[in-house]
Every structure is written in C-alpha cells, then in structure tokens.
C-alpha cells in the first residue's frame, strides 16, 4: 500500500483539511511533513469547528497514528495549546497516538520574536509572514544550531540549549533591532515542563512507517502551505521556509519515490495568496470581495492562523498546470466550487502576457511572473445551488465544463469536488 502525498497546489488555504479528513478514514499514520504553526485546517466533527495548526488533520479519526515529521518545525506551547484543545473534544492524543520524530527541529520564543523583528524592520518589503518564527527557525536548522526534538529526551542538555537560545536571540533582538531580551529563565523553566511532557511521544516516525507499509497499510502524508510558496520552486523570497511540494514529502518522512504512488493536489476552484508577492490573477474589486466573502463565514477567506483577508483572484491554469509538473501529481481534488455559483461568465487565465509576448509556462523566476500579465478565457457560469450535490451527474452542465477544462489543460484527473464545508460535501468522482 502506498504513501498518499496531499499537497497545496496553489498559495496554501486550499481546503486540505476537508480531504485529508477523508483519507485519514483510510490511512494507518498521518504524517505531518513541512511547516509548523503557520499552518491552519479547518475541520467540521459532527456540529464543531476544528482547526489545527500542527496536529495533522487526522486527529480524528482514532485507528490512526498521527506524526509530527521530522521536516517539520515545532512550537511546544502552541502543541501543548492545541492538544489539550483536541483532547477535550474527543480526539485522545496520548503519546501512543500522537508521534514526534526526534529530528523534528523546536521553535522556540526567540525565534517568534525574531520573526516578528524582522518584519516590522521591512516595513513596506515585508514577506507577510505570519511571524510564528518560521524562517528563524528554519534559519537555525540549516546553520546547524537548531534544537532538534529528541533533545527533550535529556532534560539537562534541553535546558541548557534553551538557554543557549534565548542567549544567542536575545543578543540580536537588542543588538540589531533594539528590542527588549526574553527572560531566559522563565523560559527554560517553561520549556522544561513542555519537554519533560512531549519527550514521551518522542519515536523514529520513519521506521514506524516503513513497518506500516511493509503491512500493507497506508500512510497519508499531510502537506502545508502550498506548491507556491515552496522554499525552491516558489515565488521565492515570498514563499515559507520548508519544502511543501512532493520532494519535500520524500526527505522529511524518509520514504522514496517508489513508495508514493498516489500526489494528490487540492486546488481551489479560484485563487488566494496571503502576504505579499506576485498574484497575476488577483483581482481588486467587488468580485475579489465576493470571492473572499466578510469573514463572517469560518469558511470565508481570512487566514485561520493570522485572522488576515487574503488576497482573492481567479483560477490561474498556469499556475496549477506548474504545481502538477513539480509535484508529479496523479490527481486534483477541486475545492469551494460552490463559491462561484452565479458569476457569469468565469474567466479562467490559460497564459501569461510579459512584455507583450504570450508565455504558457509558469515564469520560475519572480520578478518575471510580477510581470506578468494574464490572458482569460471565459468560461460560462452556472446560478443553480449546488451545495447539495452528491455526485458528478447533480452539478450543472456548466460546473461539469468548469471541471473538465481543469483536467483538460493540467492534464491531471480531478479525483474529488467539495461543495461546502461540511464532511458530507465533498464526493468523489
Ligand atoms: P511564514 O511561513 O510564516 O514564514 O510566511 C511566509 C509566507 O507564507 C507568507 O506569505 C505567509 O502568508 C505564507 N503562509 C505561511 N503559512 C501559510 C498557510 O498555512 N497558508 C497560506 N499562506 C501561508
């Protein structure tokens, strides 16, 4: 059986978590491999809203291990947060269900508030981040002076690198951003309690999951963000810190390319970015608000992390055409087609104008694609309700043309459809 990679084919916020429910219904271990906190899914159980951050979105489902993967960057106080949270709704994360790979890398306070130094600093340049210390983090695992989880394991050496930490942070929030220190020894006392805690979910989550593949079970690797914001082949330097794309899957859990039979992509039947950097579709008016909904709706399009409206445009083929190539994905799950009910017609960008030429490849590099602008087709627009269908006959002709010009021009099948929040809203073709 097979490893199942779930990717974000877009900007991130594709509605992951409503699929990745689904398939962890199937799935022996669900695998968190990229990211940290900066992730959110939104989940409906029964009459409540779930989000998580870094809890894979198979919480729920209780035959089910859950792995925080060692790609993965780890914020103890918002798992601890957010553990408590899931457990007091039902979900059980002791530490034989819930597995933290002792190569996952600690983010720890003085990299939140280098983040957010950092950004106040570009001002009007700032990346966006969501400023939970992600590319701080990241920075310190690369220099090779991270704090890897199985460090918790040994509560002298722990707390003596939180220390060492908090030192070396606090040297540079007051030095090169003139901001108050951290206080180390709250800290370390702090994250000592959360260690001696999240030390017994500590397990080699590779050998645990060749030893389910190897029993014919399968494993669903739960990806973050999305294809375009991948550290290499995003829209670099607006982009997160990890590897979210398939490769990314590949080195964090340990697993090769033969054991990835299945790239799912989730793509949103229209766009949205959060942050800054180069949108081509983005679109500025009243249907860019219609598409984004007021925030009144959990569903709406306002970040489930960092509460901010994101940028709204329509679907960009290009784009998507760029995420199934690097990702090598098999299959599209299509998500929020029930979002575009009544706008007629609907433009769908098929190329790329730069400097007057026509482009049909995504541009790799950014500048290039801030240059870029897009040439729509239109495609007709459908006004009946489809929030009720349950299969592909119930959606009206135009919705069904919508589909196949998707799988037509990425020449990727669309596996699955969601047409609402809820887990009965989602069926498979
Ligand atoms: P960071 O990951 O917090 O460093 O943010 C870097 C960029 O990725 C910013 O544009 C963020 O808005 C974006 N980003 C990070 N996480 C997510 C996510 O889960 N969904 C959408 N965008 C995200």
Not at 69 to 97: F, K, P, Q, T, Y
Not at 199 to 217: K, N, P, V
Not at 333 to 340: E, F, G, Q, S
Request: charged content about 20%.
């Amino acid at each position: 059986m097979p490893v199942i990679a779930l990717i974000g084919a877009q900007w991130g916020d594709e509605g992951k978590g409503h699929i990745a429910d689904k398939l962890a219904a199937e799935s022996s271990i669900v695998a968190r491999y990229n990211g940290g906190d900066n992730a959110g899914h939104t989940i409906t159980v029964g009459e409540t809203l779930v989000r998580t951050h870094l809890i894979p979105a198979g919480a729920f489902h209780p035959r089910s291990t859950c792995v925080l993967g060692a790609g993965m960057v780890i914020n103890l106080r918002s798992l601890a947060r957010e553990v408590d949270e899931l457990n007091r709704l039902g979900a059980n994360l002791n530490s034989d269900r819930l597995k933290i790979d002792p190569a996952a890398h600690l983010l720890l306070p003085g990299h939140v508030a280098l983040d957010g130094a950092g950004e106040s600093r570009l001002g009007r340049d700032a990346i966006g981040t969501t400023r939970r210390g992600i590319g701080p983090a990241y920075t310190d695992k690369a220099a090779r002076i991270g704090l890897r989880a199985g460090l918790m394991a040994n509560a002298g050496a722990f707390a003596e690198a939180v220390g060492t930490h908090i030192e070396q942070a606090n040297a540079r929030l007051t030095r090169d951003f003139d901001q108050p220190p951290l206080d180390a020894d709250t800290i370390v006392a702090e994250y000592a309690a959360l260690a001696a805690r999240f030390a017994l979910h500590l397990a080699d989550t590779t050998t645990l999951i060749h030893a389910a593949l190897e029993r014919g079970e399968t494993v669903l690797a739960e990806g973050a963000q999305g294809t375009l914001l991948d550290l290499d082949h995003g829209t670099y330097p607006f982009v997160t810190s990890s590897s979210t794309i398939t490769g990314g899957v590949l080195t964090a859990l340990g697993v090769g390319p033969k054991h990835v039979t299945r790239v799912i992509g989730v793509a949103k039947a229209f766009c949205s970015r959060v942050g800054a950097g180069p949108f081509p579709t983005e679109l500025r008016d009243a249907l860019g608000d219609r598409l984004r909904g007021t925030g009144a709706n959990p569903w709406d399009e306002f970040g489930s992390t960092t509460g901010r409206p994101r940028r709204t445009g329509w679907l960009d083929l290009v784009a998507l055409k760029y995420a199934a190539r690097i990702n090598g994905l098999t299959e599209l799950v299509l998500t929020k087609l029930d979002i575009l009910i009544g706008i007629d017609p609907l433009p769908v960008c098929v190329a790329y104008a730069f400097r007057g030429e026509p482009a049909t490849d995504f541009p790799g590099d950014t500048a290039t694609l801030g240059g870029c602008a897009p040439i729509y087709t239109d495609l007709p627009g459908w006004h009946d309700d489809i929030t009720a269908a349950r299969r592909i006959d119930d959606l009206p002709q135009a919705a069904r043309a919508y589909i196949e010009t998707i799988e037509a021009f990425t020449g990727i099948p669309i596996s699955h459809i969601s047409i609402g929040p809820d887990r009965s809203q989602i069926f498979t073709r």
